[in-house]
């Protein structure tokens, strides 16, 4: 890693679903592995979330050629449907954690979703940003997964 200054990302992607479903699908353990920290070579292996202030999630993805890749971090703010602030780290790639705040607003029938990510080593900011787009492009459709399944939306999971 170089000593150059943390930096903060900015991602921005429109959803034609309400808001309420956009933020629902950040906090729900059927829905959140399917996009959330999933790559489409890897298998998600675990997802524990805890979502309450103060309460931590727990996504592990198994990648070919890299093994088990875990994601962690405590929910800081949990305002729905509006915002979502969380701290979030990849302990095997780096100790320190970072800061993610996403920012939903009805835009006509849907919605638009803008992902802050502060505090991102330089080295990581590439491919942090195209991660994150990745992460959002792959929100809609397991919405349509889940809606295809049988989901009900029921908003008893917030805390």
């Known amino acids: 890693m170089t000593s150059e200054a943390p930096t903060t990302l900015v991602v921005t992607h429109r959803y034609s679903v309400a808001a309420e479903r956009v933020f629902d699908a950040f906090l729900d353990v ?3 592995p ?3 920290f999933a790559t489409q070579a890897g298998e998600m292996i675990q997802a524990e979330l805890d979502p309450r202030v103060g309460g931590r999630f727990v996504f592990v993805d198994r990648r070919p050629g890299m093994g088990d890749v875990r994601h962690v971090g405590e929910y800081l703010e949990i305002d729905r449907p509006r915002r979502l602030a969380f701290s979030f780290g990849v302990p095997q790639f780096d100790p320190g954690m970072t800061t993610v705040r996403i920012d939903i ?26 991660g994150w787009r990745r992460i959002l492009a792959g929100l809609e ?11 009900r939306q029921t908003g008893t999971h917030h805390g």
């Open 30 to 32: 059927t829905i959140a």
């Open 34 to 36: 399917r996009f959330l």
């Open 105 to 130: 607003r009805p835009d006509g029938e849907g919605c638009e979703l803008t992902l802050t990510h502060e505090g991102v080593p330089p080295d990581y900011a590439e491919r942090s940003t195209d």
């Open 141 to 151: 459709p397991a919405l349509e997964g889940v809606k295809a399944a049988g989901w």
